[in-house]
C-alpha cells in the first residue's frame, strides 16, 4: 500500500489521459444505465487509451489514496475535485491498488467498472471484488484490497504474541544461564543434563546451541535436537529412575521453552510422530476397515499446539525406548529394492479407465452438482440434521455457545422457510415446518417455539390459500401447498372462518367451506372456543363444519349452539344434528322441538321424522311434544308434522298413542279433529306396515 | 502438458461428458490419419482406397472443426494430444507415434479448407526416408513448399520445450500456492478455536489461486499433497484434501465456481476439530470410547461453526457435515433422516479417504505399495465412496500417483511428474543421483514411448521412499 505523497513528478501526458478516461469511465459507470450512449463511450475511450498504453508498457497501475489517486507513487489527476468524490469511494471500499496488464479486453474492463460501482455491502456480500473479478475471469486486473492478507483480528494478534513471549523463553539471544548450572557444553556428543530442575529454559537454550553446533552435515538441527532429547531421556530412565517424574517433567518444561519452530518441529514432528507409528503397528487392521483409520482422525486434529507438561513429559518417556536410525545415503539404483507389481494391476488399470454408458450418465449428473437448487436442498437438510445435535450429548445442560449455534441454525431454517414460501416451493416449506415440530433439548424449547409461532402468521396462511385457489384440485401444485397448510391446520382453519366470513362470491366460500370440512376435522376444540364470536354467519359456518365432521366432540358444542340466541344458528344446528345422526344427535333434537321459535320447532321436528340411526324407542319425545300440543288452529300444522313424524318412526306405543286422535269430541272443533285423524290413520298404516311382519322390516 | 479442459484462466467450456466424446472423436480421427498413412504405402495417390480413406478423415476434420479455429495434434514423449487432452491410442498406434518423431514432428495441424488431395500427399511424403526428407529441407519445408497449405506441422524441439517451461514455471508456483494454504489454515484454526470469527476473504484469495494452480497444471499441485511433512501435517491434510478435491473437480470438467466451493468445503471439513477439547486430541496414548466420542463430533461442531461464517458457501457446512456419513454403519454422526450425500460431500470423503490412506503408508512398518490405497479404495467402493467417482478419482490421480518411484525394467528407477492416459503408464523422472540434482538436470520420460512399436520401459515394481532413504520433498517442491 501506498503511504506517502510525495511532489508531483513529471509523469507522461499520456499516463493521465488514461487516468483522466478510467476515472470517468468508473463515474460513468456508477451514474449512468447501460442502455445510454454515454455509457459505453466512456468505457470504450478509456479503453482504447489503455489498450495503447500497454503496447509499450507492462502494466498500468492505478494507486488508490483516501481523496486521490497516485501512478506509481505520484499523485495524479488535474480535475481534483473529481478525482476526490470517487478516489474516496473506493478508498472507503478497502481498495488500494488497480494494475491493468498487457492483454486486458474490453469486457474485463467493463467488468471492473460495473463492480467497483457496487455498494460495499454487495461487494462484501460477494467476498470482495477479488473475488468478484476471479469469477468473471478478468484475469488481466488485479487489485488489492485492504487487510486482504489478515485473517487475524488485531487482538488476536496481540494475544498470540503475548502467549508466544510468555511460552518462549528461548530467544535466539538466550536467557543468561541460572548461577550454579555447570555449563559444560562441549562441541560433539557430551550431553550436559546441568541443573535441569531448576532451569528448565536455560537447559533448553543449551540443548538448542548443543543440535545447532553437533548436527551432521546430512542431519537437520530439528533431527538433531531430537536425537538429544532421546539421550536426555534414556539418560533419566537409566541413571535417575528414582526421580523419573520430576526429571522428565521439567524435560517437558525445557521442550515447551524452545522457540516455537523448534518445539512444534520437536512436539508435533517428532515426539507425536513416533506416538502415532506406534498406534499405527497396532491399528493396521483398522485402516482398511475405517476410511479415514481413527488414528488418522486424531492426527488431522491436532490444530492446536499448546501442548501441556504433562502431554510432553509423556512422549518423552515414550521416545526414550526408541532407537533414531542413522541415516544413509540411498543406494544405487540397480540396488533399490523394489515390491514387485502385483499381477492384477493392469487388470485394474483396464477397469478404470473405461466408462460404461450408465457410469456416463451417472457423471454428468454429478457434473450439474454445486448449482443453487441442490446447495440449498442439501443446506435445508443439514440445518434440520443440526437442530437436535446442537447440544452436545456428552454436556449435561448446553452452555452459551450451544444456545448461540442452536439459534444460528434456527435463523437460517427460518430464512429457508420465507425463502420457500416467497417462491411459492410448498414442498421443501412443509419439510421445514416438520423438521421444527421435532423434539429438542428442553432448554432449546422456549426458542423454537418462538420460531414456531412466527411461522404460523395468518398472512403466510392467507396467501397459500390464495396459491391454492390458482390451481386445480388434484394439481402438483394444489396438493403442495394442501400439505404445507395441513401442517398449520389450526391456523388455517383460523383464517378459512375469517375468509368465509367476509368473502361475498358464493363460490369463493363453497371452496373454503371445502377446505374448512377438511381442516376443521381435527380442530373442534378451537371451533368450539370460536362459537362465543359475535358474527352470526361466522358461527353458522363453524356449526356448519362441526356437523360434517360427525364427530362426538362436536355434538357437545351442537348442544351449545343448539340454545343460541340467533335463530339462524339454531337451524343450522340441526342441519349439523342431521349430518351427525344417531341417538345422542337425536336427544338434541328432540329439545329443539320445544325451541321458542316455530320456525325451528317446524324444522325440527321435520327432522326428527327423518333422522338417520334412530328407531321406535327414539319416538317418545315426539309422543311427548304431542301430548303437550293443544287442539288450535295456530299450532295445526305442526301437530301434523308431528304425527306424521311418529309415523315414520314410531313402534307400537306410537300407534297405540295414534288411536287417541281416532275419537271425534263433539265439544271440540271437529274440522281440526278430522284432520288429525286423518293423519293418525296414515301414521298407523306406516307403522303397522313396518312392525306387522313382527319387526323384521327395521328403519 | 495437462489434460485439461480449457484454457488457464477461463471456465471449463464443456462437460465431462461432453470431453469424453471428443476424446472418442479426436481417437477415431487419429486412427483414420493413420490409416491414410498405411494406405499411402500400399496404394497410388488417385487410388479410391486411399481417396475414401481421406475423404473420411476430412470429413472428421470439418466436424471437428464446427467449433474450434484449428485441428491440432501435439505428440509428446510418446503420447497423443488434441489441443490439451491426452488421448488413449492402441499400443499399435505407437508406430505412427514414432513415425512422427522420427521426422521431427512434434505437432499437427489441420486448418479450414483442408482437401483431401493434400492428405494425401502429406501421407506420401510423411511415408518418404526420414534421411531423405531432411536432405530436402524436412518435411515442414517439403509441404511448405509443395503447397499444401491446410497442413502445419510443428517441430518436436518447440513443442516440448514450450511443455517443459510452462511444467517448470507452474511447479514453482504450486509450492508457494501449497505453503500459502497451509498458512492459511494455520491461521484460520487459531482464530476459530478462539471464537472469533475469521475473514473469509483470504481464505477465498488462496482458493482462487489453488483453482487458478490447478487449471493451469494439476499435477504440480497434486504432486504437493504427496509430500507428506508431518510437522505441518494436521494443516497440509486439509490443504491436500482441498487440491485433491478440487483437482478430481477439474477432472470431471466442473466450473470454476463449482471447483472453487468444492475447494473451499474441502479445506474446512475437518473444522470441528478445533472444538475437541485439547486433552483428548493431544492425549500421548490411546483414546477411549468416551474421547473418540469426542473426536466424532467434530462433524457436527464443524457444521455448527460453519453455519455463521459470512463468505462461505453453504456447501462447506454440508460437506462438513456429510463427509463421514457414509453408508456402512461406521459412518457419523447418525441421523434420523435417510439421504443421499451431496456429491461435494462425497469427493471430499474420497479425497479424504486417500489422503488418509497415503498418510498412513509413512507410519506402517511394513510397506504398502502406493497402488494399494488405490486398491483398498476400489474395495470399499459403494460404501465409502461412489463408484463412479472413485473411477474418476483414480483416472485423476493414477494407479501410481505423483511422487511414486518405479523400478522399470531396465533397471532405472523413476519418479512419477505426470500421469498419461494410461495409468500403468505415466511420465517419470530418470533418478540417477537421488540427491535432487535430476530435478533440473535429469531426463522426465513418458513410459508410453516406444521403439518399433514395443514399449521402451515398463514399470515392474514400486520403491518405499522411507526405506529407500530418497527426500522426495528436493523434487516435487
Same mark, same amino acid.
Given at each position: 500500500?501506498?503511504?506517502?505523497?510525495?511532489?508531483?513528478?513529471?509523469?507522461?501526458?499520456?499516463?493521465?489521459?488514461?487516468?483522466?478516461?478510467?476515472?470517468?469511465?468508473?463515474?460513468?459507470?456508477?451514474?449512468?444505465?447501460?442502455?445510454?450512449?454515454?455509457?459505453?463511450?466512456?468505457?470504450?475511450?478509456?479503453?482504447?487509451?489503455?489498450?495503447?498504453?500497454?503496447?509499450?508498457?507492462?502494466?498500468?497501475?492505478?494507486?488508490?489514496?483516501?481523496?486521490?489517486?497516485?501512478?506509481?507513487?505520484?499523485?495524479?489527476?488535474?480535475?481534483?475535485?473529481?478525482?476526490?468524490?470517487?478516489?474516496?469511494?473506493?478508498?472507503?471500499?478497502?481498495?488500494?491498488?488497480?494494475?491493468?496488464?498487457?492483454?486486458?479486453?474490453?469486457?474485463?474492463?467493463?467488468?471492473?467498472?460495473?463492480?467497483?460501482?457496487?455498494?460495499?455491502?454487495?461487494?462484501?456480500?460477494?467476498?470482495?471484488?477479488?473475488?468478484?473479478?476471479?469469477?468473471?475471469?478478468?484475469?488481466?486486473?488485479?487489485?488489492?484490497?485492504?487487510?486482504?492478507?489478515?485473517?487475524?483480528?488485531?487482538?488476536?494478534?496481540?494475544?498470540?504474541?503475548?502467549?508466544?513471549?510468555?511460552?518462549?523463553?528461548?530467544?535466539?539471544?538466550?536467557?543468561?544461564?541460572?548461577?550454579?548450572?555447570?555449563?559444560?557444553?562441549?562441541?560433539?556428543?557430551?550431553?550436559?543434563?546441568?541443573?535441569?530442575?531448576?532451569?528448565?529454559?536455560?537447559?533448553?537454550?543449551?540443548?538448542?546451541?548443543?543440535?545447532?553446533?553437533?548436527?551432521?552435515?546430512?542431519?537437520?538441527?530439528?533431527?538433531?535436537?531430537?536425537?538429544?532429547?532421546?539421550?536426555?531421556?534414556?539418560?533419566?530412565?537409566?541413571?535417575?529412575?528414582?526421580?523419573?517424574?520430576?526429571?522428565?517433567?521439567?524435560?517437558?518444561?525445557?521442550?515447551?521453552?524452545?522457540?516455537?519452530?523448534?518445539?512444534?518441529?520437536?512436539?508435533?514432528?517428532?515426539?507425536?510422530?513416533?506416538?502415532?507409528?506406534?498406534?499405527?503397528?497396532?491399528?493396521?487392521?483398522?485402516?482398511?476397515?475405517?476410511?479415514?483409520?481413527?488414528?488418522?482422525?486424531?492426527?488431522?486434529?491436532?490444530?492446536?499446539?499448546?501442548?501441556?507438561?504433562?502431554?510432553?513429559?509423556?512422549?518423552?518417556?515414550?521416545?526414550?525406548?526408541?532407537?533414531?536410525?542413522?541415516?544413509?545415503?540411498?543406494?544405487?539404483?540397480?540396488?533399490?529394492?523394489?515390491?514387485?507389481?502385483?499381477?492384477?494391476?493392469?487388470?485394474?488399470?483396464?477397469?478404470?479407465?473405461?466408462?460404461?454408458?450408465?457410469?456416463?450418465?451417472?457423471?454428468?449428473?454429478?457434473?450439474?452438482?454445486?448449482?443453487?437448487?441442490?446447495?440449498?436442498?442439501?443446506?435445508?437438510?443439514?440445518?434440520?440434521?443440526?437442530?437436535?445435535?446442537?447440544?452436545?450429548?456428552?454436556?449435561?445442560?448446553?452452555?452459551?455457545?450451544?444456545?448461540?449455534?442452536?439459534?444460528?441454525?434456527?435463523?437460517?431454517?427460518?430464512?429457508?422457510?420465507?425463502?420457500?414460501?416467497?417462491?411459492?416451493?410448498?414442498?421443501?416449506?412443509?419439510?421445514?415446518?416438520?423438521?421444527?415440530?421435532?423434539?429438542?433439548?428442553?432448554?432449546?424449547?422456549?426458542?423454537?417455539?418462538?420460531?414456531?409461532?412466527?411461522?404460523?402468521?395468518?398472512?403466510?396462511?392467507?396467501?397459500?390459500?390464495?396459491?391454492?385457489?390458482?390451481?386445480?384440485?388434484?394439481?402438483?401444485?394444489?396438493?403442495?401447498?394442501?400439505?404445507?397448510?395441513?401442517?398449520?391446520?389450526?391456523?388455517?382453519?383460523?383464517?378459512?372462518?375469517?375468509?368465509?366470513?367476509?368473502?361475498?362470491?358464493?363460490?369463493?366460500?363453497?371452496?373454503?367451506?371445502?377446505?374448512?370440512?377438511?381442516?376443521?376435522?381435527?380442530?373442534?376444540?378451537?371451533?368450539?372456543?370460536?362459537?362465543?364470536?359475535?358474527?352470526?354467519?361466522?358461527?353458522?359456518?363453524?356449526?356448519?363444519?362441526?356437523?360434517?365432521?360427525?364427530?362426538?366432540?362436536?355434538?357437545?358444542?351442537?348442544?351449545?349452539?343448539?340454545?343460541?340466541?340467533?335463530?339462524?344458528?339454531?337451524?343450522?344446528?340441526?342441519?349439523?344434528?342431521?349430518?351427525?345422526?344417531?341417538?345422542?344427535?337425536?336427544?338434541?333434537?328432540?329439545?329443539?322441538?320445544?325451541?321458542?321459535?316455530?320456525?325451528?320447532?317446524?324444522?325440527?321436528?321435520?327432522?326428527?321424522?327423518?333422522?338417520?340411526?334412530?328407531?321406535?324407542?327414539?319416538?317418545?319425545?315426539?309422543?311427548?311434544?304431542?301430548?303437550?300440543?293443544?287442539?288450535?288452529?295456530?299450532?295445526?300444522?305442526?301437530?301434523?308434522?308431528?304425527?306424521?313424524?311418529?309415523?315414520?318412526?314410531?313402534?307400537?306405543?306410537?300407534?297405540?298413542?295414534?288411536?287417541?286422535?281416532?275419537?271425534?269430541?263433539?265439544?271440540?272443533?271437529?274440522?281440526?279433529?278430522?284432520?288429525?285423524?286423518?293423519?293418525?290413520?296414515?301414521?298407523?298404516?306406516?307403522?303397522?306396515?313396518?312392525?306387522?311382519?313382527?319387526?323384521?322390516?327395521?328403519? | 502438458?495437462?489434460?485439461?479442459?480449457?484454457?488457464?484462466?477461463?471456465?471449463?467450456?464443456?462437460?465431462?461428458?461432453?470431453?469424453?466424446?471428443?476424446?472418442?472423436?479426436?481417437?477415431?480421427?487419429?486412427?483414420?490419419?493413420?490409416?491414410?498413412?498405411?494406405?499411402?504405402?500400399?496404394?497410388?495417390?488417385?487410388?479410391?482406397?486411399?481417396?475414401?480413406?481421406?475423404?473420411?478423415?476430412?470429413?472428421?476434420?470439418?466436424?471437428?472443426?464446427?467449433?474450434?479455429?484449428?485441428?491440432?495434434?501435439?505428440?509428446?514423449?510418446?503420447?497423443?494430444?488434441?489441443?490439451?487432452?491426452?488421448?488413449?491410442?492402441?499400443?499399435?498406434?505407437?508406430?505412427?507415434?514414432?513415425?512422427?518423431?522420427?521426422?521431427?514432428?512434434?505437432?499437427?495441424?489441420?486448418?479450414?479448407?483442408? %482437401? +483431401?488431395?493434400?492428405?494425401?500427399?502429406?501421407?506420401? *511424403?510423411?511415408?518418404? @526416408?526420414?534421411? !531423405?526428407?531432411?536432405? $530436402? &529441407?524436412?518435411?515442414?519445408?517439403?509441404?511448405?513448399?509443395?503447397?499444401?497449405?491446410?497442413?502445419?506441422?510443428?517441430?518436436?524441439?518447440?513443442?516440448?520445450?514450450?511443455?517443459?517451461?510452462?511444467?517448470?514455471?507452474?511447479?514453482?508456483?504450486?509450492?508457494?500456492?501449497?505453503?500459502?494454504?497451509?498458512?492459511?489454515?494455520?491461521?484460520?484454526?487459531?482464530?476459530?478455536?478462539?471464537?472469533?470469527?475469521?475473514?473469509?476473504?483470504?481464505?477465498?484469495?488462496?482458493?482462487?489461486?489453488?483453482?487458478?494452480?490447478?487449471?493451469?497444471?494439476?499435477?504440480?499441485?497434486?504432486?504437493?499433497?504427496?509430500?507428506?511433512?508431518?510437522?505441518?501435517?494436521?494443516?497440509?491434510?486439509?490443504?491436500? %484434501? +482441498?487440491?485433491?478435491?478440487?483437482?478430481?473437480?477439474? *477432472?470431471?470438467?466442473? @466450473?470454476?465456481? !463449482?471447483?472453487?466451493? $468444492? &475447494?473451499?468445503?474441502?479445506?474446512?471439513?475437518?473444522?470441528?476439530?478445533?472444538?475437541?477439547?485439547?486433552?483428548?486430541?493431544?492425549?500421548?496414548?490411546?483414546?477411549?470410547?468416551?474421547?473418540?466420542?469426542?473426536?466424532?463430533?467434530?462433524?457436527?461442531?464443524?457444521?455448527?461453526?460453519?453455519?455463521?461464517?459470512?463468505?462461505?458457501?453453504?456447501?462447506?457446512?454440508?460437506?462438513?457435515?456429510?463427509?463421514?456419513?457414509?453408508?456402512?454403519?461406521?459412518?457419523?454422526?447418525?441421523?434420523?433422516?435417510?439421504?443421499?450425500?451431496?456429491?461435494?460431500?462425497?469427493?471430499?470423503?474420497?479425497?479424504?479417504?486417500?489422503?488418509?490412506?497415503?498418510?498412513?503408508?509413512?507410519?506402517?512398518?511394513?510397506?504398502?505399495?502406493?497402488?494399494?490405497?488405490?486398491?483398498?479404495?476400489?474395495?470399499?467402493?459403494?460404501?465409502?465412496?461412489?463408484?463412479?467417482?472413485?473411477?474418476?478419482?483414480?483416472?485423476?490421480?493414477?494407479?501410481?500417483?505423483?511422487?511414486?518411484?518405479?523400478?522399470?525394467?531396465?533397471?532405472?528407477?523413476?519418479?512419477?511428474?505426470?500421469?498419461?492416459?494410461?495409468?500403468?503408464?505415466?511420465?517419470?523422472?530418470?533418478?540417477?543421483?537421488?540427491?535432487?540434482?535430476?530435478?533440473?538436470?535429469?531426463?522426465?520420460?513418458?513410459?508410453?514411448?516406444?521403439?518399433?512399436?514395443?514399449?521402451?520401459?515398463?514399470?515392474?515394481?514400486?520403491?518405499?521412499?522411507?526405506?529407500?532413504?530418497?527426500?522426495?520433498?528436493?523434487?516435487?517442491?
Amino acid at each position: 500500500m501506498e503511504k506517502e505523497l510525495g511532489p508531483e513528478a513529471p509523469l507522461a501526458p499520456e499516463v493521465h489521459d488514461v487516468m483522466r478516461a478510467l476515472v470517468s469511465a468508473f463515474r460513468t459507470v456508477k451514474i449512468y444505465p447501460p442502455n445510454n450512449p454515454v455509457y459505453s463511450q466512456s468505457i470504450k475511450k478509456s479503453f482504447e487509451l489503455l489498450e495503447h498504453f500497454l503496447t509499450t508498457a507492462q502494466e498500468y497501475s492505478i494507486g488508490v489514496q483516501k481523496t486521490n489517486f497516485t501512478y506509481q507513487r505520484t499523485p495524479i489527476g488535474k480535475e481534483a475535485q473529481l478525482n476526490r468524490a470517487i478516489a474516496q469511494d473506493l478508498f472507503a471500499k478497502g481498495i488500494r491498488e488497480i494494475v491493468f496488464s498487457t492483454g486486458v479486453t474490453e469486457t474485463e474492463l467493463l467488468v471492473l467498472c460495473q463492480t467497483l460501482a457496487l455498494s460495499s455491502e454487495d461487494m462484501a456480500i460477494k467476498n470482495g471484488i477479488s473475488s468478484i473479478l476471479w469469477e468473471k475471469n478478468a484475469a488481466h486486473i488485479k487489485v488489492t484490497e485492504a487487510g486482504l492478507d489478515e485473517i487475524i483480528t488485531t487482538q488476536m494478534a496481540m494475544g498470540l504474541m503475548d502467549k508466544t513471549a510468555a511460552g518462549n523463553t528461548a530467544t535466539t539471544e538466550g536467557p543468561a544461564p541460572s548461577a550454579g548450572v555447570k555449563e559444560r557444553v562441549l562441541f560433539g556428543r557430551t550431553l550436559v543434563l546441568g541443573d535441569l530442575k531448576s532451569d528448565p529454559s536455560g537447559f533448553a537454550f543449551n540443548m538448542l546451541e548443543l543440535a545447532k553446533r553437533t548436527h551432521a552435515e546430512d542431519e537437520s538441527v530439528e533431527e538433531r535436537l531430537y536425537a538429544l532429547y532421546q539421550e536426555a531421556s534414556r539418560t533419566i530412565e537409566a541413571e535417575h529412575a528414582e526421580q523419573g517424574d520430576a526429571m522428565f517433567e521439567s524435560l517437558g518444561k525445557s521442550v515447551l521453552a524452545l522457540e516455537p519452530n523448534f518445539r512444534d518441529a520437536l512436539v508435533a514432528g517428532k515426539l507425536y510422530k513416533d506416538l502415532d507409528t506406534e498406534m499405527a503397528a497396532e491399528q493396521q487392521a483398522d485402516v482398511e476397515q475405517q476410511l479415514p483409520s481413527a488414528m488418522h482422525e486424531i492426527q488431522t486434529g491436532r490444530f492446536s499446539h499448546a501442548w501441556t507438561v504433562q502431554q510432553v513429559s509423556t512422549l518423552l518417556r515414550k521416545s526414550a525406548s526408541k532407537k533414531a536410525l542413522p541415516s544413509t545415503p540411498p543406494p544405487p539404483p540397480d540396488e533399490v529394492k523394489a515390491v514387485p507389481l502385483s499381477g492384477d494391476l493392469p487388470g485394474m488399470a483396464k477397469e478404470m479407465a473405461e466408462y460404461s454408458p450408465e457410469e456416463m450418465e451417472r457423471l454428468k449428473v454429478l457434473g450439474a452438482a454445486g448449482m443453487e437448487s441442490d446447495i440449498i436442498e442439501a443446506a435445508v437438510r443439514t440445518y434440520i440434521c443440526l437442530l437436535p445435535l446442537a447440544k452436545n450429548p456428552l454436556h449435561a445442560a448446553p452452555d452459551e455457545k450451544e444456545f448461540a449455534h442452536f439459534a444460528s441454525v434456527l435463523r437460517q431454517l427460518e430464512d429457508m422457510l420465507n425463502f420457500f414460501l416467497s417462491e411459492n416451493d410448498y414442498d421443501h416449506a412443509s419439510v421445514i415446518i416438520q423438521a421444527l415440530q421435532m423434539p429438542v433439548d428442553p432448554s432449546f424449547q422456549p426458542r423454537l417455539k418462538e420460531v414456531l409461532k412466527k411461522t404460523r402468521s395468518k398472512s403466510v396462511v392467507k396467501s397459500t390459500i390464495g396459491e391454492l385457489k390458482k390451481h386445480p384440485k388434484g394439481s402438483r401444485e394444489y396438493k403442495s401447498a394442501y400439505a404445507y397448510l395441513a401442517k398449520l391446520e389450526r391456523e388455517t382453519t383460523e383464517v378459512l372462518l375469517e375468509l368465509m366470513a367476509d368473502e361475498q362470491d358464493r363460490l369463493a366460500r363453497i371452496f373454503y367451506l371445502d377446505l374448512l370440512k377438511d381442516f376443521g376435522r381435527n380442530q373442534i376444540a378451537l371451533l368450539g372456543e370460536l362459537l362465543t364470536d359475535g358474527r352470526w354467519y361466522f358461527v353458522r359456518n363453524i356449526v356448519n363444519v362441526l356437523g360434517e365432521s360427525k364427530t362426538d366432540q362436536a355434538l357437545a358444542f351442537l348442544r351449545k349452539a343448539a340454545v343460541h340466541e340467533n335463530v339462524r344458528i339454531r337451524q343450522e344446528v340441526i342441519k349439523g344434528l342431521l349430518t351427525v345422526g344417531g341417538k345422542r344427535a337425536a336427544s338434541i333434537l328432540a329439545k329443539m322441538m320445544q325451541d321458542e321459535d316455530v320456525g325451528v320447532q317446524e324444522t325440527a321436528v321435520n327432522a326428527y321424522g327423518d333422522f338417520p340411526g334412530i328407531g321406535a324407542e327414539e319416538s317418545r319425545p315426539l309422543i311427548e311434544f304431542l301430548e303437550g300440543r293443544s287442539l288450535k288452529k295456530r299450532e295445526q300444522a305442526l301437530t301434523i308434522e308431528a304425527i306424521k313424524a311418529l309415523g315414520k318412526i314410531g313402534g307400537r306405543e306410537a300407534a297405540d298413542f295414534l288411536k287417541r286422535y281416532a275419537i271425534i269430541r263433539w265439544w271440540k272443533p271437529r274440522k281440526l279433529q278430522k284432520e288429525l285423524r286423518v293423519a293418525a290413520v296414515h301414521a298407523r298404516e306406516e307403522i303397522m306396515r313396518r312392525h306387522g311382519d313382527d319387526g323384521r322390516t327395521r328403519r | 502438458m495437462t489434460d485439461e479442459q480449457g484454457d488457464s484462466r477461463g471456465d471449463a467450456r464443456q462437460s465431462f461428458y461432453a470431453k469424453q466424446l471428443l476424446i472418442d472423436s479426436a481417437r477415431t480421427a487419429f486412427q483414420q490419419l493413420a490409416a491414410i498413412l498405411r494406405n499411402a504405402t500400399l496404394y497410388p495417390e488417385a487410388h479410391p482406397q486411399l481417396l475414401a480413406a481421406a475423404d473420411k478423415l476430412r470429413g472428421k476434420i470439418e466436424e471437428l472443426l464446427v467449433e474450434r479455429k484449428e485441428v491440432a495434434f501435439y505428440l509428446i514423449s510418446g503420447e497423443l494430444f488434441f489441443e490439451k487432452i491426452s488421448i488413449p491410442i492402441e499400443q499399435g498406434l505407437s508406430l505412427v507415434l514414432e513415425q512422427f518423431a522420427m521426422r521431427d514432428v512434434g505437432g499437427v495441424v489441420f486448418m479450414p479448407g483442408l %482437401t +483431401s488431395q493434400e492428405l494425401i500427399r502429406f501421407a506420401g *511424403f510423411m511415408n518418404k @526416408d526420414p534421411g !531423405q526428407l531432411s536432405g $530436402l &529441407g524436412g518435411i515442414r519445408t517439403i509441404i511448405e513448399k509443395e503447397g499444401i497449405r491446410h497442413i502445419v506441422l510443428h517441430n518436436v524441439v518447440l513443442v516440448e520445450k514450450q511443455a517443459g517451461a510452462d511444467l517448470k514455471a507452474g511447479k514453482k508456483k504450486a509450492s508457494e500456492v501449497f505453503k500459502d494454504a497451509v498458512d492459511t489454515v494455520k491461521e484460520m484454526a487459531q482464530v476459530l478455536h478462539h471464537g472469533q470469527l475469521s475473514s473469509m476473504r483470504k481464505v477465498n484469495s488462496v482458493i482462487q489461486s489453488m483453482v487458478d494452480n490447478i487449471l493451469d497444471n494439476r499435477d504440480a499441485l497434486v504432486g504437493m499433497t504427496n509430500l507428506k511433512m508431518y510437522d505441518e501435517y494436521t494443516f497440509a491434510h486439509s490443504v491436500n %484434501t +482441498s487440491i485433491l478435491a478440487a483437482a478430481l473437480g477439474t *477432472f470431471l470438467s466442473f @466450473d470454476k465456481q !463449482q471447483i472453487a466451493a $468444492l &475447494g473451499m468445503a474441502a479445506l474446512m471439513h475437518d473444522i470441528g476439530k478445533v472444538e475437541v477439547p485439547r486433552e483428548t486430541i493431544n492425549k500421548p496414548g490411546k483414546l477411549n470410547d468416551e474421547e473418540w466420542n469426542q473426536v466424532k463430533r467434530h462433524p457436527v461442531e464443524g457444521a455448527l461453526l460453519l453455519v455463521d461464517i459470512p463468505g462461505v458457501s453453504r456447501l462447506a457446512m454440508v460437506a462438513a457435515f456429510e463427509h463421514h456419513q457414509h453408508g456402512g454403519a461406521r459412518g457419523y454422526p447418525q441421523v434420523i433422516l435417510q439421504y443421499e450425500r451431496h456429491p461435494f460431500s462425497q469427493i471430499v470423503a474420497l479425497a479424504d479417504a486417500y489422503e488418509a490412506l497415503t498418510a498412513a503408508r509413512v507410519y506402517y512398518s511394513s510397506q504398502m505399495p502406493p497402488d494399494q490405497s488405490i486398491r483398498i479404495l476400489i474395495k470399499n467402493r459403494g460404501i465409502t465412496s461412489d463408484p463412479v467417482l472413485l473411477k474418476a478419482f483414480v483416472n485423476m490421480v493414477g494407479i501410481f500417483p505423483i511422487g511414486t518411484l518405479l523400478k522399470l525394467d531396465t533397471g532405472e528407477v523413476g519418479l512419477v511428474m505426470h500421469q498419461t492416459r494410461d495409468l500403468m503408464r505415466p511420465r517419470v523422472l530418470i533418478l540417477t543421483r537421488f540427491d535432487g540434482s535430476e530435478k533440473e538436470t535429469g531426463q522426465e520420460i513418458s513410459l508410453l514411448e516406444t521403439t518399433g512399436g514395443r514399449y521402451r520401459r515398463s514399470p515392474v515394481g514400486t520403491i518405499d521412499p522411507n526405506t529407500a532413504n530418497i527426500n522426495l520433498k528436493q523434487y516435487l517442491a
